[in-house]
T-cell receptor, first 118, second 114 residues
Framework: GAGVSQSPRYKVAKRGQDVALRCDPISGHVSLFWYQQALGQGPEFLTYFQNEAQLDKSGLPSDRFFAERPEGSVSTLKIQRTQQEDSAVYLC????????????????FGPGTRLTVT | DQQVKQNSPSLSVQEGRISILNCDYTNSMFDYFLWYKKYPAEGPTFLISISSIKDKNEDGRFTVFLNKSAKHLSLHIVPSQPGDSAVYFCAASPLGGSNYQLIWGAGTKLIIKP
C-alpha cells in the first residue's frame, strides 16, 4: 500500500511569507506526528494528533506554527511569517495505535519537506 | 541538553565485517528504544526496537543490545552490506503518559566500503 506522502518536497520562501506543508498519512493510521529536523540533527517533535484531536503541541517553537487535521486523515502544518531559523526539513509520520495494549511505537515517515527561508 | 546521544557522526566499515553503532541516553525513564535508518532525500525507516525489559533483540543481520546500567545501547549489523550505507538514528520513548513522543539522537552516518 501507499506510504506517507508529503508535499511539496521542497519549498523556498522569502522571510515573512506564510507556508503550508501537507501530509497524507497511511490510510487507517490513527496517530500523526510532525517533526522538525535541522541539518545534522535528529528529528525534533513538534506536535501529535490522534485522529482529528491535537493531543500535544508542546514542541511547536512559536505561535507562528499551527497544525491541523480536521478530518482525521490529511494534516497541514502552517508556518506564518517565516523566519530564517525555520529553515529545516519537516517530517510527518503516522502510526497505527494498537488499542488495548498501548501505543504502537513504530512510526512511518514521509520523505519530508525541505523548507528554505531566504 | 541532549537526552539521546550518538557520539560518532560517521563510521566506515568494510563490506562483510561487523558494523557497531552506539547510542547513550541520560534519562532512566526511557523504556523503549528504536533504531531508524535514513537514506538521502527519504524519511527515516524503522529498523529494530527493544524494550527495557530485554537486553537483546535480533532480527536477521541486525541485533540491538541494551545495557540499562550503563544507559547504553548498540546496533550490530553483520555482515555489513553496501545497501546498509545510510544514516542511523537511535530514538527513545519515555515511560508514562507521553510514551508516543520519541526523543532522537543526531544520527551516525554509516559508510560500507566495498
Amino acid at each position: 500500500g501507499a506510504g506517507v506522502s508529503q508535499s511539496p518536497r521542497y519549498k523556498v520562501a522569502k522571510r515573512g511569507q506564510d507556508v503550508a506543508l501537507r501530509c497524507d498519512p497511511i490510510s487507517g493510521h490513527v496517530s500523526l506526528f510532525w517533526y522538525q529536523q535541522a541539518l545534522g540533527q535528529g528529528p525534533e517533535f513538534l506536535t501529535y494528533f490522534q485522529n482529528e484531536a491535537q493531543l500535544d503541541k508542546s514542541g511547536l517553537p512559536s505561535d507562528r506554527f499551527f497544525a491541523e487535521r480536521p478530518e482525521g486523515s490529511v494534516s497541514t502544518l502552517k508556518i506564518q511569517r517565516t523566519q530564517q531559523e525555520d529553515s529545516a526539513v519537516y517530517l510527518c509520520a503516522s502510526s497505527l495505535v494498537v488499542t488495548g495494549t498501548g501505543f504502537s511505537y513504530e512510526q512511518y515517515f514521509g520523505p519530508g519537506t525541505r523548507l528554505t527561508v531566504t | 541538553d541532549q537526552q539521546v546521544k550518538q557520539n560518532s557522526p560517521s563510521l566506515s566499515v568494510q563490506e562483510g565485517r561487523i558494523s557497531i553503532l552506539n547510542c547513550d541516553y541520560t534519562n532512566s525513564m526511557f523504556d523503549y528504544f528504536l533504531w531508524y535508518k535514513k537514506y538521502p532525500a527519504e524519511g527515516p525507516t524503522f529498523l529494530i526496537s527493544i524494550s527495557s525489559i530485554k537486553d537483546k533483540n535480533e532480527d536477521g543481520r541486525f541485533t540491538v543490545f541494551l545495557n540499562k546500567s550503563a544507559k547504553h545501547l548498540s546496533l550490530h549489523i553483520v555482515p555489513s552490506q553496501p545497501g546498509d550505507s545510510a544514516v542511523y538514528f537511535c530514538a527513545a520513548s519515555p515511560l508514562g503518559g507521553s510514551n508516543y513522543q520519541l526523543i532522537w539522537g543526531a544520527g551516525t552516518k554509516l559508510i560500507i566500503k566495498p
